[in-house]
Nanobody, 122 residues
């Protein structure tokens, strides 16, 4: 079972950019799906973005589409989330998740990182 770890969170101003990384303890399976979810205080965890590890197939939540980009770095067993034009509404703990189904449902993922805090000031 692969383990994942998020990094790159921090405090930024609205309009700024931030890059999150999800690193794996070992190589991802070829069929792996990696997704980003986020959870703000008092709110449910919500889907942000996902993609297949071995194929350039991705999906984004409407709230981040055209602002966020998910990509892979095969050499480092890493999935990145480039976040541009950030908004205060993006403030949340961001989680990386690993699964095998191309799904935006958190219940379909079986490995989760500990999360990294992202705060966007106005």
């Amino acid at each position: 079972q692969v383990q994942v770890f998020e990094s790159g969170g921090g405090l930024v101003q609205a309009g700024d950019s931030l890059r999150l990384s999800c690193t794996a303890s070992r190589r991802f399976f070829s069929s792996a799906v990696i997704a980003w979810f986020r959870q703000a205080p008092g709110k449910e965890r919500e889907f942000v973005a996902m993609r297949r590890w071995s194929r350039d197939s991705s999906k984004y939540a409407d709230s981040v589409k055209d602002r966020f980009t998910i990509s892979t770095d095969k050499a480092d067993n890493t999935v990145n989330l480039q976040m541009n034009s950030m908004k205060p509404e993006d403030t949340a703990v961001y989680y990386c998740a690993h699964g095998s189904s191309f799904s935006a449902s958190a219940s379909d993922y079986f490995v989760w990182g500990q999360g990294t805090q992202v705060t966007v000031s106005s």
